[in-house]
């Protein structure tokens, strides 16, 4: 199936059918991604600002078989909503649908366009007194939309779930540029296939959603955060397993980080306060959110106390106010930006099952001290097995020196985590990054499914082409 | 696509590929459903020991297009487990794969094979220490497998969410015969499109499962339940958002139960203990699950206190040992006997969004009794905004009387539950009896896609042919 490029004559036939602001200047912004590995390629580029508009530009889309890129906030990893090749596509953005169209605080659903900006998503959940509780470090560019197609995590999800977790419905425009008005506000719903978290998670190959129907949860009435550092991943563990049997799921963030994420902030953004003076081994990061009745604070001493007594912790912080807390997390979320500063040799964002974590970073870390001298920066969301394994070039060489080393060290890590039943691509997707990856390490009858998946809901092949699935030729 | 009968032809053809012992006798209970409404109709009946002996039965019924009914616990209410008409099946039954194939307790996950009962898999799981908290009437007899197949829900739907939501891996069989090894235990893998999830509620129709990996909780260290005497459903909607405002997912079950409900225990099974002397309008059921450092009867002392003051509740009992809980539950757990005993004109699983509850009552209400004298047992899953709303004859009648009036009854019932944005299978599935209601009240867009997945992923339309949707001519 060969596609047509969004050329002027596409662009012609768009303005025959739809309004001429409907189309944005190609800016350089649509064809960088945060990685800066690809440069973007469009023929054209729409901002649609209904769903009426957006299934207008699929269906002509689809009437002359030019390929559509579904474009977010375009913060995503994995080059997903960046088109290298091919016919140039049509990008299409959704930064103009971003309408809350409803918020239901008595049954704990919000209905937000999938253009809406998930920090604007946060705080019109908190000025209802509830919480939407995705949260990742893009929070205030990424949009829900982009989220829900690549089921984003993040830190929440030991408490709340990923991305798709915190779905109860769509909207969506499907390939052929009709629309499923699935919005449902239900918490039950058992009528027929799960067509909600078949989109979730497909990275606008299968269509485009317009809207979601989102579930939230009352704000926690008592929170805490607390630093602690423990002896190793193994007492991280069991460190999480204490709490969770101490607090249940009053524990909603559970981060790991190795020294090396401390000494990079050191070397790269001085600025940031640390709160140890010497930085442990291994520190995580709690965050207790508790209903009315509890001392979170209270509850963070019992579990260090018990801790401490099970030889799991020898040092630890609690926050004595937000002010602090904000500055242990601080600590956490500029941990990317100065992995970003060094430059990363090669970056994974993996998991394993829980109970594998230890045995993955001792034989990752011998692995990598075979292949040469690097820095190792481990951290991420323990509770989950998500771990982001990330390699540095050792002190005064830069990643410009291991270039050749790259896809071995990459290999090796993706054949270390398949070898114990994890996965290659945890929270950020597969993209245009991983599609090589996943064709090695996925299971050959899930990728037979996938593609007659595919290829039953966009004959075409219009949706995203290169994305997740290698493009048909 | 005419398909062949599994017949003594199809007999031999397994016979040469497969020991004898894979076979069995047809007994009549294999033909038979709940709600007597069927009689199965079956060439073959099939219990294989082994995933790969589930495959080779696959892989022969494709070859020679013979159907398949995979079947469970044979508890659906729905019919999804009984193929009434058509060419003879094979039935597929999951009896002989009841291994608890492994359990993680230091990563709350556990490995079961599709045909282990449900109860067996809860038990497994407190021998671990830990809770699988999937609870339904029907756990003596349903088997995991078959709960997946058909999403099913349950008191604990509340705090834990549907079967789907805790279930992290399947192993099964694509209509092709070919085996996804998809057991993951990871609780974050973005690599690629849901299958699980897609797997998850299409009873049976794209695959059969053969094993989950199933997640775990650890055990909630101090529980409570309590009756509380509720003014109305709306003042039981408030309560219910006190007690999560106050406890938050320390709340584990919310039931809802009408004075009708009582009364019909009264009549037919006198022997099960009713807690209040003259049973409210409307009462709920609550279930607390907290961690060790909290006291559940303060807790629920502590609601009632509050619900008192506000005027949402008049009478209440706190349970005072495990003996008396288990009395409170066992009123809940009896009434849809009771319902049997009676004999229902016409049952309806449905779901609203919450806040439509009230106007669904009382507008159901209405309905109803403009049809004529009816008694309503309206009783369920209130916090997930699930009802089971069931409509019997008046005192001295039955529901023979009635015969001519239940499609009447069921479509102004289901009419109203769709004009609130409901759903008119909640929990139960679609399976044969609502096969209907599906094309009558689905979205045709969404109803285009699963068709297209359906002949995607099964072209000969072997597996479960008729349950939801219609069999391909």
Not at 37 to 65: C, F, M, Y
Not at 236 to 258: Q, T
Not at 301 to 311: P, T
Request: hydrophobic residues 45%; contains cysteine.
């Amino acid at each position: 199936m060969t596609l047509n490029a969004a050329d002027d004559r596409f662009r012609t036939l768009i303005l025959q059918a739809l309004p001429p602001e409907v189309l944005r200047p190609a800016e350089a912004r649509y064809l960088e991604e945060p990685r800066g590995r690809w440069a973007g390629n469009a023929g054209l580029i729409a901002a649609p600002r209904s769903t009426d508009e957006v299934a207008a530009l699929v269906r002509l889309a689809a009437q002359h078989k030019v390929a559509i890129v579904p474009y977010g906030g375009g913060t995503g990893l994995v080059g997903g909503q960046i088109a290298p090749d091919g016919p140039a596509p049509l990008l299409l953005s959704l930064e103009r649908m971003t309408a809350i169209r409803a918020v239901y605080p008595e049954e704990n659903v919000m209905v937000a366009e999938a253009g809406a900006i998930l920090a604007d998503v946060q705080a019109a959940a908190a000025g209802a007194d509830r919480l939407f509780p995705l949260s990742l470090a893009a929070e205030g560019t990424a949009r829900i939309g982009g989220n829900l197609a690549t089921n984003a995590g993040g830190t929440g999800v030991l408490r709340y779930g990923n991305a798709r977790d915190l779905c109860l419905g769509l909207e969506a425009v499907l390939p052929d540029g009709t629309v499923w008005h699935g919005l449902s506000r239900l918490r039950k719903d058992n009528t027929g296939y799960d067509l909600r978290n078949l989109l979730i998670g497909s990275e606008g190959t299968l269509g485009v959603i317009t809207a979601a129907a989102l579930k939230l949860w009352p704000l926690p009435r008592a929170t805490g955060t607390a630093l602690m550092a423990v002896a190793s991943p193994q007492a991280a563990l069991k460190l999480l397993a204490m709490a969770r049997d101490m607090l249940g799921d009053g524990v909603s963030a559970f981060e790991l980080m190795h020294r090396q994420g401390f000494e990079f902030l050191t070397e790269t953004l001085p600025d940031v306060r640390q709160p140890f003076a010497e930085p442990p081994e291994w520190t995580v990061l709690i965050d207790l959110g508790l209903p009315a009745r509890q001392s979170a604070s209270g509850a963070l001493e019992e579990l260090f106390g018990a801790a401490l007594e099970a030889g799991l912790v020898d040092d630890g912080l609690i926050a004595q106010s937000e002010a602090q807390a904000a500055e242990f997390w601080s600590v956490r979320e500029h941990i990317p930006e100065a992995n970003r500063r060094i430059g990363s040799v090669s970056s994974h964002d993996i998991s394993v099952p829980l109970s594998a974590i230890p045995e993955f970073i001792e034989r990752g870390d011998a692995i990598i001290a075979g292949l040469g001298a690097f820095r190792i920066n481990c951290f991420g969301h323990v509770g989950d097995g998500n771990l982001h394994y990330n390699v540095f070039p050792a002190p005064g060489r830069t990643r410009q020196d291991h270039v050749e080393q790259r896809d071995d060290i990459k290999r090796a890590v993706h054949d270390l985590v398949h070898e114990l039943g994890g996965s290659v691509s945890a929270e950020h997707g597969i993209g245009r990054l991983k599609v090589g990856d996943l064709q090695r390490y996925g299971d050959p009858v899930k990728l037979a499914a996938m593609r007659a998946i595919k290829d039953a809901l966009d004959p075409l092949g219009i949706m995203n082409p290169g994305a997740v699935l290698p493009a048909r030729g």
